[in-house]
């Protein structure tokens, strides 16, 4: 329940709108996350032992940790570096627990289970109160339910539904919730109108179904699969290269994605300024910042976020965070691909279909190695699982007569009702 509750807050719902309607950073919302920083060291401490067990995702948190606070060196805004560089240490503690105490479908239907609970507080928002819960100016009339904007809404739905697809994949006979869950996240999902959203929810659920057709298929089955599979993504990947404005037409974008274009060329040429050491972790937006404010001026509208994860970290740490930051991401994909067959069947495929949405969204969104966030959270708690170390089986009791260490029960099973009634010959 405490890790749900962890788990909610993490989303950013409807403590922003409540607490900080102009999405604008103040003194008592930073209060509000003090209980749960408590919360989540409580967590850990609960489960000290195992949280040992993840030493070597400690390790890789620490050098992420380190690097990012290293920033505030050399920072524009050396404050907010470093607060912000405390909260993403505490997400990412709390992303290790995740990992290693909810072991196979346990994690995904956790996510489930608390998006399941803000899809319904979402849709009695929009009945309640829609000037919160439908947007009243800008995107007139698409929903957002409890968060700033359509786009959080839609994403944190397509995890849902990820997660939901997980659980059906996963063997579970508890089917219901999961069937609710997925057809809830996904009716959100096309409320908000978000593209990038209704493409992550296409793309993990879809990884998820392929995995399990796979797996229950045969062999035959999962080679004609990957056959077609690779076919196809290689005809998109050239169909996309060779004509980009066709395809982004085709799913209902402008060529320009609605502006995003422009504020990548304006943002490389800061890049190129400070290619080594970037303008400080989560610095460059400040409302004092002076390249933001040019940023903002050239593109002629308030820019929050590069609106691309590795923009966004090459303008923070420049090219050494985004390498590393990189080499954290691969591991996951490597150690989540690896744990396909064994760990990953028991879990319903909820890394793969996770990552895939993960991979996309970074190319839209700034949510890598990102402060009090849910997508950054979960991908570490995907590492985390697959690197921590597995509890020790328990051994299974001596036995109280030395005549009883060598007992074992008969190999050949009786045929007859009559014949298994008797007590079992001891073998010696």
């Known amino acids: 329940m405490l890790a749900g509750f962890v788990v909610f807050m993490l989303t950013q719902a409807l403590i922003g709108p409540v607490f900080a309607p102009t999405q604008e950073e ?4 930073r209060l509000v996350w003090l209980p749960v920083y408590a ?16 030493w070597p995702v400690w390790i890789i948190l620490g050098v992420l940790v380190l690097h990012a606070f290293a920033s505030k060196w050399w920072s524009i805004d050396p404050e907010v570096t470093q607060r912000r560089v405390i909260a993403m240490a ?3 503690a709390f992303a290790v627990y995740l990992g290693v105490v909810f072991r196979g479908p346990h994690l995904p239907r956790l996510l489930m289970l608390c998006v399941l609970g803000m899809g319904l507080g979402s849709l009695v928002m929009i009945a309640v109160n829609p000037t919160i819960g439908i947007h009243q100016e800008e995107n007139a009339g698409l929903w957002r339910g409890l968060w700033y904007e359509k786009n959080q809404m839609g994403l944190v739905m ?41 493409l992550c929810l296409i793309l993990g659920t879809g990884a998820i179904g392929g995995l399990w057709a796979m797996h229950r298929g045969g062999a035959a089955f999962s080679i004609v699969a990957l056959w077609f599979g690779v076919v196809l993504s ?3 990947g050239y169909v996309f290269i060779t004509d980009p404005e066709t395809v982004l037409v085709a799913l209902g974008k402008d060529p320009s994605l609605t502006g995003r274009t422009d504020i990548w060329a304006a943002l490389m040429r800061d890049v190129a300024e400070r290619p080594w050491t970037g303008f400080g972790y989560s610095a460059y937006w400040g409302i004092d910042s002076i390249p933001a404010e040019f940023i903002r001026l050239e593109t002629q509208w ?19 965070g985004a390498v590393l930051t990189g080499a954290v991401v691969l591991l996951a994909i490597v150690a989540t691909l690896v744990r396909i067959p064994g760990a990953g069947a028991r879990e319903g495929y909820w890394g793969v279909g996770y990552l895939g949405v993960f ?22 708690a995907i590492l985390a699982r697959a690197l921590a170390a597995e509890p020790v089986a328990v051994r299974a009791p001596l036995a109280r007569r030395v005549s009883g260490a060598y007992q074992t029960a008969p190999r050949i099973a009786a045929h007859s009702g009559h014949a298994r009634l008797r007590r079992p010959v001891p073998v010696r």
């Open 302 to 320: 308030p820019v929050p976020s590069a609106h691309n994860g590795w923009i966004d970290l090459l303008i923070q740490l420049g090219w050494p």
């Open 359 to 380: 991979l996309l969204l970074s190319l839209s969104e700034s949510v890598l190695l990102s402060h009090a966030n849910l997508p950054w959270t979960l991908l570490l």
């Open 158 to 198: 397509s995890a849902g539904a990820v997660a939901a697809a997980a659980c059906l994949a996963s063997g579970d006979p508890r089917r219901l919730l999961p069937a609710i869950t997925l057809v809830v996240a996904t009716l959100l999902t096309l409320a908000t109108q978000s593209k990038t959203s209704l």
């Open 39 to 54: 919360v989540i060291a409580g967590l850990i401490l609960y489960r000290l032992p195992a949280m040992i067990r993840a």
């Open 90 to 92: 505490i997400s990412s």
């Open 26 to 29: 103040t003194p008592i919302l």
């Open 234 to 236: 290689a005809v998109g």
